[in-house]
């Protein structure tokens, strides 16, 4: 059975609510001036990145040995069944939600925001808005990194096959050259920053940064057979610790991002090593529960903080100018987001991710007994 890596889970939680807080803070932090002290939230876009190493590495870790023989298509389906699964039910109703309310109001004479193009739904259907398609974020704007993410989805059996079985010379080719291709695209993206590539380039992003992941899931495995005392330079406390340290000050003083990226490589092997008090900090309960609500936190944000906009605009102007209540409405807004992700996790996502499996076992199971009842009347 998979061991689960509690302190992955934990720092999936502070980088969901960290990228929540960036989009935001842009709404209730209009009165303050943040970027004077520091840059956490300017950077914190890169919490994505870290998802997408965090991706190829644990989906290595659950999944790497189904395809040790090759990729089977019973395999391959089973493996594709459940990731989306986990994705695509709560990515339909946030875009369900999107085009409710877009039409709404529309109903009561109300101006819809930009970015909900009618036509581009299909794409966001299909989970293809992050493939170089558009022109923009559309609908739910985060859910860009959800279509990256897909692309590496459909590809991940067979990049096991160029991956796993890898030597260590050639796997040290392959990462330095996701590392190049990373440093290719940030300079080729408009002034040269991972910010924008997203519904342009998101899906090469993702792939360079997930094929990192798995190899950070060899190189775990490698060092986990290693004695403790020479695996202790890994996956010590000093070195989990010190790389979360660096990379949140990073963040903090807006280090460059390939550097705050390769921080977060660090800080994902480090931590899935880690045996100490990192493991036993970032295991506590709440973070734990923050990690379980992570994904319906990144996903819903952007549907609540669209519901928001319309009523601030009606709020007195006393009401939303301080950098006090400016505070006190993030922080009850945050607190709001966390209540509705338990719940839509709860009562929504892990049902339909216990549905959606069976469902497509009964269909499948279906169309083999056509084929077999048309090949008897044959």
Not at 86 to 112: C, D, E, M, N, Q
Not at 204 to 222: D, K, N, Q
Not at 307 to 333: D, K, M, N, Q, S
Not at 359 to 366: D, I, M, Q, S
Request: charged share 15%; with cysteine.
């Amino acid at each position: 059975m998979t061991r689960d890596i509690h302190a992955l889970t934990s720092l999936r939680g502070v980088a969901a609510l960290s990228v929540a807080t960036l989009h935001l803070h842009r709404d209730f932090g209009y009165a303050w001036n943040l970027e004077a002290h520091t840059l956490y939230l300017d950077r914190a876009y890169l919490w994505v990145d870290f998802f997408f190493i965090l991706s190829g590495f644990i989906l290595s870790h659950v999944y790497a040995r189904d395809f040790a023989g090759g990729a089977s298509g019973p395999a391959v389906r089973r493996f594709l069944v459940k990731r989306f699964a986990r994705i695509y039910p709560l990515h339909l109703l946030t875009l369900g939600f999107f085009w409710a309310f877009a039409l709404f109001k529309l109903s009561v004479g109300a101006r819809t925001a930009g970015h909900v193009d009618p036509a581009l739904i299909p794409s966001h259907l299909f989970l293809m808005q992050a493939w170089g398609w558009h022109d923009d974020l559309y609908w739910n704007y985060p859910s860009w990194s959800i279509s990256a993410e897909a692309a590496a989805y459909l590809l991940f059996p067979w990049l096991c096959l160029a991956v796993m079985p890898a030597g260590r010379m050639r796997a040290i080719l392959l990462g330095a050259g996701c590392l190049a291709g990373l440093a290719l695209l940030q300079a080729f993206e408009l002034k040269q920053t991972f910010r924008n590539a997203t519904y342009d380039t998101g899906a090469i992003r993702c792939l360079f940064e997930f094929v990192l992941g798995m190899l950070l899931y060899r190189a775990h495995r490698a060092l986990s057979d290693l004695p403790a005392a020479r695996a202790a330079l890994l996956g010590g406390d000093a070195a989990a610790f010190g790389g979360f340290g660096a990379l949140i000050l990073a963040m903090h003083f807006g280090a460059p991002e390939l550097l705050i990226v390769a921080l977060c490589a660090l800080v994902v092997l480090a931590a899935s090593l880690n045996e100490g008090a990192f493991a036993r900090l970032f295991s506590v309960r709440p973070l734990l529960w923050l990690g379980a609500v992570s994904y319906a936190v990144y996903m819903l944000h952007a549907p609540l903080q669209s519901v928001w906009g319309p009523i601030a605009t009606r709020l007195p102007e006393g009401w939303i100018g301080g950098p006090v209540l400016a505070a006190a409405y993030l922080a009850a807004f945050l607190v709001g987001l966390l209540v509705a992700a338990g719940l839509v996790r709860r009562f929504f996502e892990v049902p339909a991710r216990s549905y959606l499996p069976q469902l497509a076992a009964a269909g499948f199971a279906g169309i083999r007994f056509a084929g077999r009842r048309g090949r008897s009347r044959v």
